[in-house]
């Protein structure tokens, strides 16, 4: 009963009485142990995929997928309780560059790095994840267009104190900042928003910082 109807796999007989009786028990619990085994395997494994397809591999950050869940609750929470967010896109400059010269294992320190420099910038109430590729979203909880401004300009200045491979490869980000004060745009409208903004940063040769309320 334990084992199938509770799958308590971690159920033991006693092995007590005659002989033949103790050894039947022992052989029993021995095939509960591996039954057990295997189902702890088995736990490990599915939540090892179910990390994988919402975890990104290279900086354990949300992807893409898991991101966009947790923004858009985010958001509808704010909404709810009338509080301001921004919505940062940053994206690392010239980053096939760094890749090209000094390979794609520099660009993966890069990478790493950049997310510890926006670690050290923002609460651990915000939201960080990985869009793809260079390009990351944070979400920042409670914040005005002021404190935003701060922040991504803490992020900038940040990674411009990163070394990357040897002391002449500097790293510097373009950040747009999307100021939510109220309105129902959706997940995919802002992010746009942020990415634009971000774009207008690199067009005016990246390093910097443009913010938009709306």
Request: charged share 30%.
């Amino acid at each position: 009963h334990e084992v199938t109807e509770r799958h308590n796999f971690g159920a033991r007989v006693a092995t007590e009485g005659n002989d033949e009786i103790a050894r039947l028990g022992s052989c029993f619990n021995a095939m509960l142990a591996e039954l057990e085994k295997r189902a702890a395997e088995k736990t490990a494994f599915e939540a090892q995929l179910k990390r994988q397809a919402l975890n990104d591999d290279l900086t354990g950050l949300p992807n893409r997928r898991l991101l966009a869940d947790r923004l858009t609750y985010a958001l509808d929470l704010a909404r709810r309780r009338s509080h301001e967010v921004a919505l940062l896109y940053i994206d690392l400059d010239k980053f096939k560059q760094l890749n090209d010269t000094c390979g794609h294992a520099a660009g993966d320190d890069a990478l790493r790095s950049l997310v510890a420099a926006i670690n050290s910038a923002i609460r651990s109430t915000d939201l960080l994840g990985r869009i793809g590729g260079d390009e990351f979203a944070v979400l920042l909880v409670d914040c005005s267009e002021n404190d935003a401004r701060i922040v991504a300009e803490r992020i900038r200045q940040s990674v411009r104190e990163l070394r990357i491979s040897d002391d002449a490869t500097r790293l510097s980000v373009s950040t747009g900042v999307v100021c939510i004060t109220g309105g129902k745009q959706s997940l995919n409208a802002l992010l746009g928003q942020a990415d634009g903004l971000m774009y207008a940063t690199k067009r005016r040769g990246g390093d910097g910082v443009c913010v938009q309320s709306i």
